[in-house]
């Protein structure tokens, strides 16, 4: 179980976030959650698979880092290789929460930053301070509040997103056979990507429909992306010609 | 031409006539101009029978095909997953916990390319059979879904039916026919019928309205029989002599707790004048008595409901509300006269032991639907070929209940001890069951390529309860590969059951998340 916990400049005055980028902190991971409107910095990088959230089973986007459970080739040590990291990565140890308060008499919830108590990078000695002295956010703290606010709002319309997909039997599941320089073979189960001959089938008033509601371009983004499928696969052959 | 089969006309709006509406409308595009046009009549004064809440599995596909959304249909049916039966007190009779077996609807491990039964038979003392070759029983222990959330909808870990609301399921059905399918629903009680020269249904006199014409008429109008019996007056043939019970106490109860565990298969537990289902719903308890009026008075069968109820609802139990129901075992000597055929209650009813009712419902009018005539002129043959099929269909469905009896040692009831009569054997069961003692269920036992229960059925039911097959005298190959492969297919079963009892969540938790969710389609 981890512990959450309301972010407040009391009791979290002496904390810092270590933003350093390794396993020990948790970043051995095989892909993030992403959002549609997160596609176009997450397609320079990273393929965009769909899967089934294992709770609820409905989809989310994911920005993939490896090909098991794990597995992040993007990770060494000398940090995460690429210029852009998901926020779904960035944000930790951090999470929106909600909070019910009254307002003239209303009980309304509002947002606020939560953070995991027992997330490794929670430090009173090393990374980014959380406040300054005299309990103002600090510059990164500001930093995360954005990226939080963006995620939330991404996620907020990404069902929407994926109900378009849906809709359109734009999503199909494939099974991904890699075969590796030293000649081995692994399989990639359990994942969708977006089906390009029912796309390109769609009508105009169908394509219309999805432009308008700011579908069709990250639809493309992450028909984009399948081209890093590619670089993963080389980043896993070099791994594994290091390891030999 | 003339007599073309442009209008079909289906009387009777319980499960079957609007199962029979939808797979036949489905089929041939009702809902388009170009398409067939159906007709469903329904007197508003007679209630469908209410009950029949268990299905096989080939349920899933008919309402797949009938392009029903699964997710929607188990948030109005009331709908839970059914993996099987689980026969309580069959073998030898009395309490002991250990006097029970599983008839899952997964195959066995291996099968069909490899009889487990043969290896089985040498470790037969320390498991059951159904638990060395099928994960599901494990799975059906815990109170377990065949699924999880993220399986597509119709898709399944084990294979499954359904438990559901019968009330609710035909009212979902007609409203699915109605504003999908292009079914037009007609309310009116049908009084009389107008005949053609030749002697078929030209159309239907009802009470109130002008007479409906039609091209072929489909009788559902449940027991009462209204075309085929009392019109056409197509006799019946009783089946009491092999299969006693003929009357049904059936009752409703509510769960202890609203969050009690949905069990996963039908309970059938033995009595000592007939059995006790017990079907377990989101939101209730379906039971009932099934037994023979020849060996039970109404007084000691409600008795015995109530004492089974007893353990599980406390006092509650002396004062729900029995509904009896009486039936005649048996079907009608033919079911496609003329222009008319008999699907549901109206072709014939047995003990819902195997639940057979609804399965043969959709046997029914899948073949309708698939080999519809297109002209009067073929329908003879096509009727001829129905006649043939389901006869048979009949005939394997009574020997296989009867089976269920045979095997009993029970002898603590004339009930039991009648059912051992030879004369109440059917001539092919009593054959079949003498291959059975010198060789084991397999392949050959699949004489039509339409079977309704295959070999694996007739295995997990014999060797259920305790059944004996004499070694072959000598050395077989498919023997020998069984007994080759045997340790790896019972490990793999094992470790089936393990994974699947880790992952899978509960009945009642996935039913839960379904409503919440829904299922995705793919
Ligand atoms: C005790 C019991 C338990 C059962 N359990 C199971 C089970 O577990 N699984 C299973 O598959 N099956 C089971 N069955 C069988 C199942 O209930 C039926 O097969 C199913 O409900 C279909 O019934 P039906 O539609 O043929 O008849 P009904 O439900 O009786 O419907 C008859 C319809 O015909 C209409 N009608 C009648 N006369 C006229 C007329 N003159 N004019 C116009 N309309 C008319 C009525 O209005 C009604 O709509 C069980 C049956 C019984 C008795």
């Known amino acids: 179980m981890t512990s959450h916990q309301l972010l407040n400049n009391i009791d979290h005055k002496e904390l810092r976030v270590i933003t350093k980028r390794a396993a020990e902190y948790g970043d051995q991971v095989m892909f993030s959650p992403t959002f549609p409107d997160e596609f176009r910095s997450v397609q320079a990088h990273y393929p965009i698979f769909f899967y089934k959230d294992n709770a609820t089973g409905q989809f989310q986007a994911a920005a993939m880092f490896g090909f098991s459970t794990g597995e992040n080739l993007f990770l060494s040590d000398r940090g995460w290789d690429a210029t852009y990291i998901p926020l779904g990565i960035v944000r930790q140890p951090f999470l929106i929460g909600f909070q019910e308060f009254q307002e003239d008499g209303v009980s309304k919830t509002q947002r606020v930053i939560h953070l995991d108590m027992d997330s490794p990078r929670i430090s009173k000695t090393e990374g980014e301070s959380l406040f300054l002295e005299y309990g103002g956010n600090s510059p990164y703290l500001e930093q995360v509040a954005s990226a939080l606010e963006l995620m939330h709002q991404g996620f907020e319309r990404a069902p929407t997103f994926i109900a378009a997909l849906l809709e359109h039997e734009l999503l199909e599941s494939f099974s991904l056979d890699i075969e590796l320089n030293d000649g081995s073979n692994h399989q990639l189960q359990g994942f969708y990507t977006i089906n390009e001959d029912t796309l390109a089938k769609l009508g105009g008033d169908q394509l219309a429909a999805l432009n308008e509601a700011g579908w069709l371009q990250p639809i493309y983004m992450a028909i984009a992306s399948q081209s890093h499928i590619r670089d993963l696969i080389e980043r896993k052959n070099l791994q594994m010609a290091r390891e030999t | ?522």
Not at chain 2, 86 to 110: E, Q, S, V
């Open chain 2, 1 to 522: 031409m003339i007599d073309q089969v442009k209008r079909v006309v289906i009387v009777g709006g319980g499960s079957a006539g609007w199962l029979t509406a939808g797979i036949i409308a489905a089929e041939h595009a009702a809902a388009s101009d170009q398409g067939l046009e159906v007709i469903l009549v329904e007197a508003p004064d007679i209630k469908p029978i209410g009950v029949g809440e268990g299905t096989w599995p080939s349920m899933r596909a008919t309402l797949e095909r009938m392009g029903i959304s699964e997710t929607e249909f188990i948030g109005q049916c009331d709908v839970s997953f059914k993996q099987g039966s689980r026969f309580n007190g069959w073998i030898r009779g009395g309490d002991a916990p250990a006097d029970h077996y599983y008839h899952p609807f997964t195959l066995p491990t291996g099968y069909p390319e490899v009889n487990l039964a043969v290896p089985w038979q040498q470790v037969r003392d320390q498991v059951s059979y159904a638990e060395a070759v099928c994960p599901q029983v494990a799975v059906c222990n815990g109170n377990l879904a065949p699924k999880t959330i993220s399986t597509p909808e119709y898709a399944f870990a084990l294979n499954y039916g359904y438990h559901l609301n019968a009330g609710k399921f035909a009212d979902f059905l007609r409203r699915h026919c109605t504003q999908t399918l292009g079914v037009t629903h007609i309310k009116a009680h049908v009084s009389g019928v107008r005949s053609a020269d030749n002697g078929d249904i030209s159309a239907l006199l009802i009470d109130q309205g002008e007479p409906i014409v039609g091209d072929l008429f489909v009788d559902c109008t449940g027991l009462a029989a209204r075309l085929l019996g009392e019109h056409y007056g197509i006799g019946y043939v009783s089946k009491r002599g092999v299969l006693f019970n003929d009357t049904a106490l059936a009752v409703q109860v509510d769960y202890p707790q609203p969050d009690a565990p949905i069990v996963s298969h039908t309970l059938s537990t033995a009595q000592r004048a007939g059995w006790v289902w017990d079907i377990g719903l989101p939101t209730r308890r379906g039971v009932g008595y099934v037994y023979s009026s020849a060996h039970s008075t109404d007084e000691s069968a409600e008795a015995a409901v109530r004492a089974y109820l007893a353990p599980t609802i406390g006092k509650d139990a002396e004062r729900v509300e029995l509904r009896k129901l009486s039936f005649n075992p048996g079907h009608r000597r033919e079911f496609w006269h003329r222009n008319c055929v008999a699907v549901g209650l109206s072709a014939g009813f047995l003990e819902p032991l195997e639940a057979t009712a609804l399965v043969l419902v959709e046997l029914s009018a899948t073949m309708i639907a698939e080999q519809l005539p297109s002209n009067r002129q073929v329908m003879d043959v096509v009727a001829g070929r129905f006649n043939r099929r389901f006869l048979y269909h009949w005939e394997r469905i009574i020997d296989f209940l009867k089976l269920h009896y045979v095997l009993s040692e029970r002898r603590d009831s004339d009930y039991w001890r009648d059912n051992l009569d030879a004369s109440s054997v059917p001539d092919t069961l009593a054959e079949q069951l003498l291959l059975w003692r010198h060789d084991y269920p397999w392949r050959q036992d699949t004489v039509h390529a339409e079977e309704m229960f295959p070999s694996a059925s007739f295995a997990y039911v014999l060797y259920g309860m305790g059944f004996s097959t004499a070694p072959f005298p000598h050395r077989r190959r498919r023997d020998q590969k069984a007994c080759a492969r045997a340790g790896e297919l019972f490990r793999q079963t094992r470790a089936d059951a393990q994974k699947l009892s880790g992952c899978l969540p509960s009945n009642r938790a996935l039913l839960k998340k379904i409503n919440a969710y829904g299922l995705q389609t793919i």
